[in-house]
């Protein structure tokens, strides 16, 4: 029964395959999981009979075709993944309900991935509601190869300690939160009092630069960058490219809310376009806030305010100007007209 697939098998781990390629990425012990189990769902059922599947490899998505959508460095998906199509999301189950009936998948992976426990702990949960959206249950998840592996021989057993996860509905939006080691890094945004020394311009206008926003209101802003005319832009559903990353802390106080992008690589001050947008939520007057930026060691701090009172999902073009706002980051940064309001936000 199993002659000519264990036959494929054996031919295609005795083949030499390209390895995939992605800058910043190390894809060993990369797992498409959820293109693996659309392949279980589709090929490997048999009339809704209990199935067991056993996945090695690492638990932290990566592919390189689809990098906005990698889970290294603290990333994990929203639960507004969860609730889209694939048309989408990698990660959407819409209309996919029943696709993994009576399937129980049992991870193990290799080594600690994780930079936290709390990475971990969003990880296990966000595949497990995969699974479960799906009529599926995530079995074991964890580093132990021996208890993978005795899961696998008695099915039958319930995880006892797996926890019950629910679908936050209300968290529609489709995003890659950021998990951090420590919060020390983003001091620079999290601090409420900068020092007198950012009153001073920098003494250039080439280098490597951080900008951010803060806020108070219970209402989504988003931060958009990009380095430079016609790069790639920066936000919270293209969170990584060759010149730096999008950060948005899943941990910010509820008192105060925070995202940032860090350019890594020099970037010249008047050539950055940097806008605000207000995503979601409603207000009785426009939201407002300040923005930071770091740029050669020292923090720069300005107001910036928004006309519309609700927001527009980030959509642009005619007649959408109010909800936008250009970060002027020169004016910011002191290197322009010391008349002029040093945080003056351009309409867009």
Known sequence: QFKDPITRLKRFLATEHPRPEARGLVLDQAVRLPQ????????LRDHNEPLTVVVLGSPLYLDAKETGFSMVDGYFPSDGHLLAGRDQSVFGVKDRSGALSNVVVNFGYFGDPWVSEVHAEKVRRFWSLFLSQQQGRLGTFCADLPTVFAATQKPELPAAAEPRFQIDSSRSKIEMVRITR???PADWITRDTLPSLSQQPPRGRIGPMKIGIRWQADVDLDLYASPKRNAETLYF???????????KDHR????????????ESPVDVGAV???INF???ETSRGPSGEVRIEFEGKIYSGPFSLEARHGNKGREGNGQDQYWARIDVPAILKLTDPR???ARLRDR
Not at 36 to 43: H, R, S, Y
Not at 237 to 247: I, L, Q, T, W
Not at 252 to 263: A, C
């Open 237 to 247: 559903e293209h969170p990584r490219s060759a010149e730096g990353y999008y950060f």
């Open 273 to 275: 376009d940097a806008r």
């Open 340 to 342: 002029r309001d040093s």
């Open 252 to 263: 910010s106080s509820p008192q105060r809310e925070y995202e940032f992008i860090e350019f």
């Open 36 to 43: 693996f189990l659309d392949f279980v769902a589709e090929n």
């Open 182 to 184: 420590d919060l020390g």
């Open 279 to 281: 995503y979601e939520g």
